[in-house]
């Protein structure tokens, strides 16, 4: 059974950091490409970044550029999302996702084969 588990969520003040988790539980999916996904209240599931798990290279939707930066720790099969000048509706749920076969500039519009379960980010003004 695979399992993607996120952490680092909390709360934080408007302008604040936070650096998220995403650890996968088993070998099956260590190199499957993995990506960054929020939820807010009330919205959709956007899209947030992605990367190339073997080659590191990154992708980002344009809400995320500049102020998100994915990176990974091969070694702790662990996934970062470090995140900057947090803004009030930043406020979601964030989650991590692993494709099989989607590459990194696709993640944000192929169905994800495994989801983590969330964790929640709360920015107060």
């Known amino acids: 059974q695979v399992q993607l588990v996120e952490s680092g969520g909390g709360l934080v003040q408007a302008g604040g950091s936070l650096r998220l988790s995403c650890v996968a539980s088993t070998v099956t999916v260590t190199r499957y490409n993995r990506a960054w996904f929020r939820q807010a209240p009330g919205k959709e599931r956007e899209f947030l970044a992605a990367i190339n798990w073997d080659r590191g290279s990154t992708y980002y939707a344009d809400s995320a550029k500049g102020r998100f930066t994915i990176s990974r720790d091969n070694a702790k099969n662990t996934m970062y999302l470090q995140m900057n000048s947090l803004k009030p509706e930043d406020t979601a749920v964030y989650y991590c996702?692993?494709?099989?076969?989607?590459?990194?500039?696709?993640?944000?519009?192929?169905?994800?084969?495994?989801w983590g379960k969330g964790t929640l980010v709360t920015v107060s003004s």
């Open positions: 996702a692993a494709s099989r076969s989607a590459t990194a500039q696709t993640m944000g519009i192929t169905p994800m084969d495994y």
